[in-house]
């Protein structure tokens, strides 16, 4: 797993000499269609070395032969102005370290587009490597009454030109036999000029050649854009749109995660009946069962969320809502098309970091990624009641709204808030070297997107979640178990010290209040001391490192409650057990404030971790995230135990 | 001649050059998407926070912020 995509991608790309065909295309050209059907669901992701800049390779056979085809990322230009647009660009000069250029070249180009695309053929065929242009969205051309005469097309640029519709799978087969001829295709005669002025005039001459007339206006994108885009009705339906979105995450959903739960409760009770040894059966059942059940018990969700962005990206509304909410980004020193990432973090920052792809400037990228684990993720949901269940009487109300309920949302308040803050401050940082990006993007007419297209856009997506995660959550947890269940305890001096070998809840405290993970959280004391934790909230803080919602049950368990997932009761009733203050309440409402606020800024998920490595290409951005974060997680506990000790007080 | 962010919204005009003051990195962007002289370009639609814009130009529609579009010299049609 540590070998990373990219290398493995690397190595059949030069190591065995396969063909290598590059794909080249403006953003919204069809290019990722055309890839798929290609290459089906073996595409391989990965990062290009050093940046943030996402690599997808995938191979294809053709008859005997195989080739690795290679998508780029989308561009509307070969002169770069990023350094993200500058390897693509070194990519297919051959500059890349230990790779050489691509052996041919695919382009793509959207024929309603063609008076803008040519300027990119031109600066592609300038190349002077083997190329052939794939002409998509013929059908809509038609349909718009537009025309191109595909094969004076061809004439007119010297290369060879296939009409594709990528997402209906039209001219797959043609293009494939034309990929396994790509020695013999026709260079241009005479390269495209260079010259910007000449450049346009060559892309009038090749139009007027192939007959071209451009497509009418796109008549159901004007008439849907005229309300969704519209000052009031347009905010009117994205904040609908928004919370259809929500519920349908968070409501449809949840059946589905009780299964998924109930599920693996069922195993684990399997495992504990049949399995006599009672510390093989914890870390199977517990540890194993229970961590791999924790990721996929998001899994619902998950998909939910990845089909719903696949959906409206397909559509044309993600760049609609993107260009609504572009000012409101633009404050936090973003564009409009973070706000999707950001949105999806309130799921799970997992998506929420996938999603920033779609941000065309390395700097946006990593400022999003900083920001996304301040919004509220599902996983902290559990441990919101749990707490706010102890710090507010479930009958105070403030007028017609209940308190419990206000605190909730003001989590959520702050979890976005912080995320913008935080997101402004990378961004600034990052804008002291080098220029500002300059702000564009498409708004392609609406489109049908097909069914196939939908779902393999959700299934990538979903697959890339799980293969990141399973691994590093189920070696998080079962650490995490050894370490709340290690040393070993014989019977003999569980009663030596009181405990009845046979009473399982009392043995469970036991093990816990003298394992390991007790120990490391006596030894944190100190740390945490000032927030007003003692050392077995700090085991919770420490379980809860694997994925957030574990703190709930972990808690159970140290406070032995008879109900460990319902574990309020027990928890008001726990005193400190030494130190100055024992004796006394340890759930006051200080020190539950500073939890909530702990828990709203730290990164507990090594998911998470996990995920930016993949996809800023190291470790130097996780680690960072993860040190700001739980700084600034503990200076915020202490204001906030600081503020609610003064107004109790 | 005027600037492209001050074309009011249904207007047309004609693409004179990017300035020269602006960026070269987002001038040579700029001439990418589709302004260059001769163009002819379209205000489509104001954002409900009076930015960013939707332009026509070169038979599609692109959105820009004010910043950009104040880099691109136009000649309104009479």
Not at chain 1, 327 to 346: N, P, T
Not at chain 1, 593 to 608: E, H, I, R
Request: with cysteine; proline share 6%; aromatic share 8%.
């Amino acid at each position: 797993m540590e070998a990373g995509c990219h290398s493995e991608g690397t190595r059949s790309a030069v190591g065995t000499a396969l063909p290598r065909i590059a794909l080249i295309g403006s953003p919204n050209a069809g290019k990722t269609s055309i890839f798929n059907a290609l290459t089906g669901m073996h595409a391989k992701t990965g990062n290009y070395p050093g940046v943030t800049v996402s690599r997808y390779i995938g191979n294809t056979r053709i008859g005997d032969q195989r080739y690795v085809i290679e998508d780029l990322p989308g561009t509307y230009s070969l002169e770069p102005i990023s350094p993200d647009e500058q390897v693509m660009v070194d990519v297919l000069h051959g500059r890349l370290d230990g790779e050489q250029s691509p052996d041919a070249l695919l382009v793509t180009v959207d024929a309603t587009t063609l008076r803008r695309s040519l300027r990119l053929v031109a600066q592609v065929l300038r190349l002077g490597l083997p190329t052939c242009v794939v002409v998509t969205f013929t059908d809509e051309l038609t349909g718009r009454q537009g025309h191109l005469d595909v094969e004076a097309f061809e004439q007119a640029l010297g290369v060879p030109v296939l009409r594709v519709i990528g997402n209906r799978g039209q001219g797959i087969d043609r293009l494939r036999d034309r990929i396994a001829q790509w020695r013999t295709w026709n260079l241009p005669a005479l390269p495209p000029p260079a010259e910007p002025a000449e450049t346009d005039a060559w892309a009038e001459s090749v139009l007027t050649f192939a007959a071209y007339r451009a497509p009418g206006r796109h008549r159901v994108t004007q008439r849907v854009d005229a309300v969704l885009l519209h000052p009031i009705w347009g905010s009117v339906v994205f904040f609908a749109v928004m919370m259809l979105f929500f519920q349908t995450v968070f409501t449809v959903a949840a059946p589905l995660q009780d299964y998924v739960e109930t599920f693996f409760g069922w195993l684990s009770g399997l495992v504990a009946e049949h399995i006599g040894n009672r510390w093989v059966a914890g870390l199977l059942g517990e540890a194993l069962l229970g961590g791999i059940g924790a990721v996929l018990v998001f899994v619902p969700q998950i998909v939910m969320l990845f089909l719903l962005i696949a959906l409206l990206e397909g559509v044309g509304y993600m760049s609609r809502a993107a260009f609504l909410m572009d000012r409101v980004m633009a404050r936090a020193g973003l564009e409009g098309r973070a706000f999707v990432a950001l949105l999806s973090s309130f799921a799970c920052a997992i998506p929420g970091i996938m999603a920033t792809r779609t941000l065309p400037s390395a700097k946006d990228r990593l400022a999003t990624m900083m920001a996304a684990p301040l919004m509220t993720c599902s996983a902290r949901l559990p441990v919101y009641v749990l707490l706010i269940g102890l710090l507010v009487d479930p009958q105070a109300r403030v007028g017609p709204f209940g308190v419990q309920g206000l605190v909730m949302f003001g989590m959520y308040l702050l979890g976005a808030v912080s995320a913008m803050v935080a997101a402004w401050v990378f961004k600034k940082i990052g804008d002291r070297r080098g220029a500002l990006m300059p702000f564009y993007m498409e708004m392609p007419p609406y489109r049908l997107p097909s069914v196939r297209s939908v779902l393999v856009a959700m299934g990538h997506s979903a697959k890339s979640f799980l293969r990141k995660c399973t691994t590093i959550i189920a070696v998080t947890t079962v650490a995490l178990w050894l370490l709340l269940n290690l040393p070993l305890h014989s019977d003999a001096e569980l009663r030596a010290h009181g405990v009845d070998p046979g009473d399982s809840a009392a043995v469970a405290t036991y093990v816990t209040d003298h394992s390991y993970a007790a120990a490391v959280g006596h030894f944190v004391a100190p740390v945490f001391e000032p927030l007003g934790f003692d050392w077995r909230i700090n085991v919770g803080v420490l379980s809860a490192q694997s994925a957030r919602e574990t703190f709930v049950a972990t808690l159970g368990q140290v406070a032995a409650a008879d109900d460990p997932e319902q574990p309020t009761q027990a928890l008001r009733s726990m005193t400190h057990t030494d130190g100055p203050h024992a004796g006394q309440a340890l759930f006051t409402a200080p020190t539950v404030a500073a939890l909530l606020v702990f828990f709203a800024f730290a990164m507990q998920c090594m998911a998470t971790i996990g995920v930016m490595r993949r996809e800023t290409g190291g470790w130097k951005w996780p680690m960072i995230a993860f040190g700001y974060l739980t700084g600034l997680a503990w200076v915020m506990a202490y204001l906030a135990r600081t503020v609610v000790a003064l107004l109790g007080g | 001649m005027s600037l492209l962010a001050d074309l009011p919204r249904g207007h047309r005009a004609t693409v004179v050059r990017v300035a020269d003051d602006a960026h070269p990195a987002t001038a040579r962007r700029l001439e990418d998407l589709g302004f260059t002289s001769g163009v002819e370009v379209e205000v489509v639609r104001r954002a409900p926070l009076r930015d960013p814009v939707i332009y026509r130009v070169k038979d599609y529609e692109l959105c820009l912020r004010r910043a950009q579009a104040q880099c691109v010299l136009i000649q309104e049609a009479a």
